[in-house]
């Protein structure tokens, strides 16, 4: 009897001993699936920025816009491609319609270090307030 108990306990702790072990091994798999849609999942979902601001210049592939970022005076270049929408005036144009002065809203994502605008809204610029006249 005190065989058979012995070899019962026995017979426990190694089927313990090896289940722990066989727990603790991480299971590695080379094919992971991509999720639906094709991509990856573990792949980040680029954000957009926005900015605001007045044209400083403009040349066919890129603008730079003068504005404020947190309350302090910033500048920004960015990058313009194909696939840039531009509307100025609420209608469809093109990047050449950009002009100094014309105050923007630039909606962009950074592609390899380098800000690209995705839509581009122009807006009249901002006329100076006219001057009383005085009289004498």
């Avoid at 991509?34 to 990856?40: E, L, R, S």
């Avoid at 504005?67 to 302090?72: I, M």
């Avoid at 990047?95 to 809204?121: E, P, Q």
Wanted: hydrophobic share 40%; aromatic share 2%; glycine share 8%.
């Amino acid at each position: 009897m005190k065989k058979l108990c012995a070899l019962v306990v026995a017979i426990v702790f190694v089927g313990g001993t090896v289940g722990s072990v066989v727990a603790q091994t991480g299971t590695t798999t080379t094919d992971k699936k991509p999720a639906a849609g094709g991509k990856d999942a573990s792949a980040k979902k680029a954000t957009t920025k926005t900015a605001t601001g007045t044209v400083k210049s403009a040349a066919p592939d890129s603008i730079v816009v003068a504005g404020k970022d947190k309350g302090k005076d910033a500048e920004w270049t960015f990058a313009i491609d194909d696939k840039t929408k531009v509307k100025k005036s609420g209608k469809d144009a093109a990047a050449k319609d950009i002009a100094s002065g014309d105050r923007v809203t630039v909606r962009y994502m950074d592609h390899d270090g380098k800000a690209t605008a995705m839509n581009v809204n122009v807006s009249a610029p901002k006329k100076a307030a006219a001057k009383p006249v005085e009289k004498k």
